[in-house]
Structure formats: structure tokens, C-alpha cells
């Protein structure tokens, strides 16, 4: 009787995802959303399509997850982070994030289906990277 050995030998195939992200501070707290399906919050944005820029893709994906018309314009530039999207998957997120003032109440709409004001008592909530921006916050005096 002969016996035969199979070693199977899987490359994971590991994606770095340009997001951006939009950041609402609003008494000292960061406004976070979840979306269906996710058991952690992340601060609402989205992917950069390839014909976008960072600032379009905020405002296109802000009109769809808030319900919110934002101007590029009024976008300021924060800071970018590295870091794992979630503990499912092994792909790396790049988050380019910014600041900026809502003039209306955001609310849920599409894939998102409740959002918060987080303060660092609630960061354990947030996903990896989310985390990695919420203490970029802190630490700069932003929220408490």
C-alpha cells in the first residue's frame, strides 16, 4: 500500500485599500458610523475610485453614507494612517483623513445604519486603524 503526502502551499494575496475618511468633532466627541453587517465603527468615508481625488471621493461617499452635500473647499487636510482593516481580511488600509464643519444633522442612509459620538472611553470600539486615528486625536488635544 503506497501512501501519498499533498502540502498545498496558499499565497494570500494581501490588498492596500486607499480610503478617506472624514472627520466631525462635535463637543470634543468623534462622529462614527456602522455599517450593516460590521461589528466595529469606523469614522464614515469611503474608497477613492481611480478617476477621484481624495477630497471628491469624500464628498461622493459623505452624500451617500450621511446624506450630506459637503465642498471640497471645505475639507482640511488631517493626516494619514496605515493600518489593518479589520481582524477578518489581512489587507492593509491607507486612510487619508480631514477635517471638516457639517452644517446639518447627518443620519444613516445606504450601507450605514446608525452612527455615535465616540469619546476615548469608547475606542475599543473602533476598528484598528480607526483606533490609530482616534489616539492622533487625542494626543493632539481634539477629543477627549
Known sequence: MYQRSLVCFVKINTMTI????????KDRKLLVALNEGKKRWYTPGGRVEPDETDE????????????IIIAPVSLQLYKAFKGMADE????????????????????PHNEIVKLDYFTSSDKHHLSPVAQNLFTALYDDGLVD
Do not use: N, Q, W
Open 88 to 107: 477578518k481580511t489581512e489587507d492593509k488600509l491607507e486612510v487619508i483623513s480631514f477635517l471638516g464643519h457639517l452644517d446639518a444633522v447627518p443620519l
Open 56 to 67: 471628491a471621493a469624500l464628498c461622493r461617499e459623505l452624500a451617500e453614507e450621511l446624506g
Open 18 to 25: 486607499r480610503r478617506v475618511s472624514f472627520i466631525y468633532i
